[in-house]
């Protein structure tokens, strides 16, 4: 089983980590608030304590997560100092959450691997996409149940989701579309929550979300 660790129990923090808990998900979980702690305490292995101190995370075991999302947005200094703390822990793969752009630029220029930005992702579907990075990849979330990015396959191109009707003949939920910006190809891959009418483009790569056996028969 994976185990993932959540730093900030806010409401980001607190829904990311109930929807992590209730798919099967290991799931450790800090903060300063100790009311939050209480709560969380039914899903989740919940600890009080300051994540800006390397120490803490540590004893709390966050250096055996494979991922750690760093889910404090307000106080910057506490967000990088944490972020620090997790990557020089060795964490595998750490995922930031960032108030703006500039924010996100820094966290990834000290280390993060993922940044995610709470007004383009919502924690339900971060739960699901936790690990997805750059190189098209799979992680299994829970026993036989994955996350993948693949390429969209040739039959389904420049049709929508509702006239493929992916969901039925897939057995798969498409958690978003990342596609490059025609206007600035250089930069990162715009990240889209799909409704039924999105077209899928050549080029596009869809994050899936379902059985590993599905995902392997689609890819």
């Known amino acids: ?29 800090i903060d300063r608030n100790r009311p939050a702690m209480q709560n969380a305490s ?19 075991g966050f250096g055996a ?3 750690v999302v760093v889910a404090i947005g307000s106080n910057i200094e506490a967000s990088i100092m944490a ?11 750490v995922v930031a959450k960032a108030t703006s752009e500039l924010h996100g630029k820094i966290l990834r220029r000290i280390g993060a691997d993922t940044i995610i930005y709470p007004d383009r992702d ?6 699901r996409t936790i690990a997805n990075h750059d190189a098209i990849d799979f992680l299994e979330v829970s026993e036989g149940y994955s996350i993948a990015e693949i390429e969209v396959p040739e039959d389904m191109r420049e049709r929508t989701l509702a006239q493929i009707d992916f969901r ?7 958690l978003c579309i990342r ?8 930069a990162e891959r715009l990240v889209i929550i799909p409704s039924a009418d999105a077209v899928l483009k050549s080029g596009d790569r869809l994050i899936v979300f379902g059985e590993t056996r599905k995902i392997d028969e689609l890819s």
């Open 122 to 127: 919502s924690a339900h579907r971060l739960a």
């Open 179 to 186: 596609r490059v910006n025609p206007e600035k190809p250089e």
């Open 168 to 174: 039925n003949k897939t057995a798969l939920t498409v």
């Open 65 to 67: 997560c494979d991922v």
């Open 1 to 29: 089983m994976k185990r993932i660790g959540i730093v900030g129990a806010g409401r980001f923090g607190m829904s990311l980590a109930e929807s992590l808990a209730n798919a099967g998900t290991d799931v450790i979980l």
């Open 83 to 93: 972020t620090t703390n997790c990557k020089e822990l060795g964490v595998p793969r």
């Open 42 to 60: 039914e899903f989740a292995t919940s600890l009080q304590g300051d994540a800006t101190q390397p120490h803490v995370l540590e004893e709390a």
